[in-house]
C-alpha cells in the first residue's frame, strides 16, 4: 500500500512562518515530481508548488517568493517551507507524488492533508 503523510500544519499568525513535510511508504519507484496543493473552504483545490526529481521548481503567483518547496530524493521527502503567511493561505495542504510505473506511465498519489489556519 502507498501512503503519504503530511505534517506541520497548524495555527499562525499572519506574517508567521510554517515547514510542511510529506513522507511516503510503499514506494519503490522513482518519483518524478512532487508537489503541494491547497483547497480553502468553498475553493478547489489548486496548484501551490511542484518540484521535479532534478530540482526544477514552478510556484503559483500568488505564492512566489514567499513559500520554497524541496524534496529528497533518497528519504523520498518533499516539503514546504511557508513564510510571510496571510489569511488567504489558509486551507488544507495536500502532498501529491507522481510515481513512474514500470510502463513509464506516472501514477498519482495523494495525502489526506493538513490544516493550514492563518489568523489572528
Known amino acids: 500500500q502507498v501512503h503519504l503523510v503530511e505534517s506541520g500544519g497548524g495555527l499562525v499568525q499572519p506574517g508567521g512562518s510554517l515547514r510542511l513535510s510529506c513522507a511516503a511508504s510503499?514506494?519503490?519507484?522513482?518519483?518524478?515530481?512532487m508537489g503541494w496543493y491547497r483547497q480553502a473552504p468553498g475553493k478547489e483545490r489548486e496548484l501551490v508548488a511542484t518540484?521535479?526529481?532534478?530540482?526544477?521548481?514552478n510556484y503559483a503567483d500568488s505564492v512566489k517568493g514567499r513559500f520554497t518547496i524541496s524534496r529528497d530524493n533518497a528519504k523520498m521527502t518533499a516539503s514546504l517551507q511557508m513564510n510571510s503567511l496571510k489569511p488567504e493561505d489558509t486551507a488544507v495542504y495536500y502532498c501529491?507524488?507522481?510515481?513512474?510505473?514500470?510502463?513509464?506511465?506516472?501514477?498519482?498519489?495523494w495525502g489526506r492533508g493538513t490544516l493550514v489556519n492563518v489568523s489572528s
Open positions: 501529491n507524488y507522481a510515481v513512474l510505473t514500470l510502463d513509464n506511465r506516472l501514477l498519482e498519489v
Open positions: 518540484i521535479t526529481y532534478g530540482g526544477t521548481t
Open positions: 510503499g514506494i519503490s519507484r522513482k518519483i518524478q515530481d
